[in-house]
């Protein structure tokens, strides 16, 4: 490939080569046991090790699918080097709401936490050499380019594992390395039709409706790429051989969807969109109460509907006469809902929410961000991250998960400015002169 001047538009063609851009609890029929609440973390002294400190993680991706497994390893101590393009980086850095930083949005802020941004131009021969040295001193590389363009540019899994057979590569696509389908863009959207979760969102007979306006495909597929690398780490301790990690973005939204499978192949049923309900269970839904506001109430077993049926003062809708029984509440499933409907609608949320927890029914807030900032759970948890952003002011991000007892994880820094560390890496870990680094940045290969 010619060395040279690149054009924006070039940079952005790396970007179309991207592949990427339950049912409730019925612990509450069980009398708790005491328990020890979990108390915050206690962050970890400076220079003390976290579960993945000595762990390097190279993110050439895009977007969020691949690239957020690297967001939660950084989280718990691994260094992550964000490799992009000179000109353009991530397309990730131009989507979601503006900010001051011309080259960071929201969304960037929250989702490239933790890294150190490496610009190299992989579409030039010494840029993949360049890669390769860096891979040869990583221990994980997360990609989600459209299946085959890794090997296109001579990065293929040969020639990564030649240059380092302890790596472990993580591949998330669209539709996964194989099939007929492997060359098809992948996007969260497409994912949830394609795996079924769409199909099942919306009401009876009408539109499907997209589960939610967040890309959660992107999200769970990072969260079995992240599993993924885990155990692949785990068996390069045991061998010393790395391998592939192979993720299909629909795949992650076709293994949380629980009977489905089983229930067409033994019986030939289609579960059909059911609005806010549920075929397992009734009442099981959201319900909108007097002052416009909204509940969840989940009621899987007799025992929590006889406790809303006392919350409700209607104590005899759950004798063995009439809804008692969860068949017999299946079978009056529109009467059951009217019935509850009514009662929520002549209250206030707080007034709903305080009968309800008296008496232990299953029942929650349909919150919106407004109410989740305020709500004093996601305060005590510390859901809700207040960052520091130069220029900025206090940027407020989730909060890291899990959490560990002894390793907390923890956020260093929001998304990186385009090449933070490019000189940082070339200079001492690449050992590169200072001579060289300057060549390579009037090339832009850098």
Request: net charge negative; proline share 5%.
């Given at each position: ?58 993110d050439v991706g895009n977007f969020l699918a691949g690239p957020y497994a690297a967001s939660i390893l950084g989280e718990f101590g691994a260094e992550v080097l964000k490799v992009e393009h ?124 997209l589960p939610g306006t967040a890309p959660l495909a992107d999200y769970m597929a990072s969260l079995y790429g992240a599993i993924g690398i885990m155990l692949a780490l785990r068996h390069r ?52 109460t007097s002052d416009d506001k909204w509940v969840a109430i989940a009621c899987t077993t007799d025992k929590m509907f006889e406790r809303l049926a006392e919350a409700m003062e209607q104590p ?131």
């Amino acid at each position: 490939m010619a060395k040279g001047s690149r054009s924006a538009a070039a940079a952005e063609q790396q970007v179309e080569d991207s592949g990427v851009v339950t049912h409730a609890s019925t612990s509450a029929d069980v009398q708790p046991e005491a328990q020890v609440p979990l108390q915050d973390p206690v962050p970890l002294p400076e220079g003390e090790k976290q579960a993945l400190s000595g762990v390097r993680v190279i993110d050439v991706g895009n977007f969020l699918a691949g690239p957020y497994a690297a967001s939660i390893l950084g989280e718990f101590g691994a260094e992550v080097l964000k490799v992009e393009h000179p000109i353009a980086g991530d397309p990730m850095r131009r989507f979601g709401t503006p900010t001051k930083r011309h080259d960071a949005t929201l969304a960037w802020l929250s989702e490239a936490r933790n890294r150190k941004s490496v610009t190299i131009d992989l579409r030039q021969k010494e840029g993949v050499q360049l890669f390769l040295k860096l891979v040869a001193k990583s221990d994980v590389l997360i990609e989600n380019f459209r299946p085959g363009t890794m090997e296109e540019w001579g990065l293929g899994w040969p020639e990564l594992s030649a240059a380092n057979p302890r790596l472990v590569m993580l591949r998330v696509s669209g539709y996964g390395q194989t099939g007929p389908y492997r060359r098809r863009s992948g996007f969260a959207h497409i994912a949830h039709a394609f795996g079924g979760l769409s199909y099942l969102a919306g009401f009876p007979g009408e539109t499907p409706v997209l589960p939610g306006t967040a890309p959660l495909a992107d999200y769970m597929a990072s969260l079995y790429g992240a599993i993924g690398i885990m155990l692949a780490l785990r068996h390069r301790e045991q061998t010393g051989c790395g391998q592939v990690v192979d993720i299909g973005i629909y795949e992650a939204v076709f293994r949380q969807l629980d009977e489905i499978a089983a229930a067409y192949g033994l019986f030939g049923k289609i579960r059909e969109r059911e609005g806010s309900g549920s075929f397992v269970a009734v009442p099981h839904g959201h319900f909108r109460t007097s002052d416009d506001k909204w509940v969840a109430i989940a009621c899987t077993t007799d025992k929590m509907f006889e406790r809303l049926a006392e919350a409700m003062e209607q104590p005899e809708l759950a004798s063995t006469g009439l809804y008692g029984e969860q068949s017999k509440r299946l079978a009056a499933r529109d009467v059951v809902n009217e019935i509850v409907i009514d009662w929520v609608g002549s209250l206030t949320r707080d007034e709903v929410l305080g009968r309800c927890l008296e008496k232990e029914v299953p029942v929650g807030k349909v919150n919106s961000i407004a109410d989740i900032f305020e709500d004093e759970q996601f305060q005590a948890r510390g859901n809700l991250a207040r960052i520091e952003e130069d220029g900025l002011g206090e940027v407020v991000v989730p909060g890291v998960v899990p959490r560990l007892s002894e390793t907390p994880g923890r956020i260093t820094n929001l998304g990186p400015s385009l090449g933070d560390a490019t000189y940082e890496i070339m200079r001492e870990l690449l050992d590169i002169s200072a001579d060289e680094i300057k060549r390579l940045r009037s090339h832009k290969i850098i």
